[in-house]
């Protein structure tokens, strides 16, 4: 069973910086596809951004330009680099594995507010 476990969520005003970790259990190479998925309280989970193992990338609109994501092999941690925040960017937000597009893992969340 693959494990991704999800820091570096907290509090900070608007227009701050804010840097996600998803640690996995296993290489991340072997995962077709990563991503970062957020859910602010009422709405439905939403893709953030999602990287290939190939390094191609994609973003929300509403992130494109501020938000980087990114993978390290050696640490088996992909992160998400949060800049010029938004109240609207508040949410829970979840890291997520595929393999081979059958099966999808999860972290348990960390939270990410700002304040206006």
């Known amino acids: 069973q693959v494990q991704l476990v999800e820091s570096g969520g907290g509090l900070v005003q608007v227009g701050g910086s804010l840097r996600l970790s998803c640690a996995a259990s296993a290489d991340i190479f072997t995962f077709n596809l990563m991503g970062w998925y957020r859910q602010a309280p009422g709405k439905q989970r939403e893709l953030v951004a999602t990287i290939t193992s190939g390094d191609n990338t994609n973003y929300a609109d509403s992130v494109k330009g501020r938000f980087t994501i990114s993978g390290d092999t050696a640490k088996n941690t992909v992160y998400l680099q949060m800049n010029s925040l938004k109240p609207e960017d508040t949410a829970a937000y979840y890291c997520?594995?595929?393999?081979?597009?059958?099966?999808?893992?999860w972290g348990q969340g960390t939270q990410v507010t700002v304040s206006s």
């Open positions: 997520n594995a595929r393999l081979a597009n059958i099966i999808s893992y």
